[in-house]
């Protein structure tokens, strides 16, 4: 995986402050062809305590595959990294994920998926999500970003992004703005890891089945995902999808 990644970025910041353990069985999908017969990248998974998943996705797409919902301009990279506790505590599942154009355009978005209702939760809330204000307000004027705003965004995916939610454009040659909102988002994720209490089976309950039904909605309205499966092929799309789901 490529020094420089988003994931590697990411994986590299939590590891400092985690213990982090390849997760095995994925063997097969950490190095991948594109149906082409070129290099695809691929997926790495680890996981620590009160984590089930860390999944690292960095998939390369040769000298550009056409996406229709950027005018069918070329996309050379699309990148994961996401952070999927185990729901037993009360933590959302943190992501960031990037489309790289051979332009060298960079369109990424991050967010935290919760499995609780904030406003039920109102000291939770209060406690971690209000000093993201001032995250917003720096990044929101920065010179090598420009936030899109939602009503730039699907109906879709306003139903379920969190009050921290951000999508943005920046370039590939720029991006050391993108890697330290990437670092704010961990480190106000490791805050909520390290207060984290476990709950019991019917929290767990409720946070699964909030989780499953956001995405079943992405599952369905994934335009990202039918590109990969044009250039990748059921057959490694299919474990791809496994591996992030498991």
């Known amino acids: 995986m490529n020094k420089t990644s988003l994931p590697q970025f990411c994986y ?36 620590a305590e009160k984590i089930s998943r ?13 996406v229709p919902h950027h005018e069918n301009r070329p996309c050379v990279c699309t ?3 996401q952070i999927a506790p185990d729901l037993s505590y009360r933590l959302p599942i943190w992501g960031i994920n990037s489309v790289v154009m051979q332009d060298g355009t960079y369109y990424f978005d991050t967010d935290l998926s919760f499995g609780f209702d904030l406003v039920m939760n109102y000291q939770f809330t209060m406690k971690y999500l209000d000093s993201f204000s001032e995250v917003y307000k720096k990044f929101s004027t920065h010179p090598d970003l420009r936030i899109v705003p939602l009503s730039e965004t699907t109906t879709w995916v306003r139903t379920y992004i969190s009050p921290v939610f951000i999508t943005a454009v920046a370039s590939a040659d720029k991006l050391q703005a993108v890697y330290n909102l990437a670092e704010e988002y961990i480190m ?4 909520m890891y390290r207060d984290a209490e476990r709950g019991d089976e019917a ?25 990969l499966l044009g250039a990748f092929g059921q057959e490694v799309f299919a474990k791809f999808f496994k591996a992030m789901s498991a």
């Open 12 to 47: 590299e910041t939590l590891s400092k402050a985690l213990r982090l353990e390849r997760v095995a069985g994925f063997e097969d999908i950490e190095h991948v062809k594109l149906l082409s017969g070129e290099d695809g990248g691929g997926i790495q998974i680890y996981r």
């Open 54 to 66: 860390i999944n690292l996705v960095d998939f390369r797409l040769g000298a550009g595959v056409p």
């Open 79 to 81: 990148e994961v990294f």
């Open 188 to 191: 106000l994720w490791l805050r």
């Open 203 to 227: 929290f767990k309950k409720q946070q699964q089945a909030r989780i499953h039904a956001q995405y079943a909605g992405m599952k369905n309205t994934d335009r990202m995902g039918k590109v």
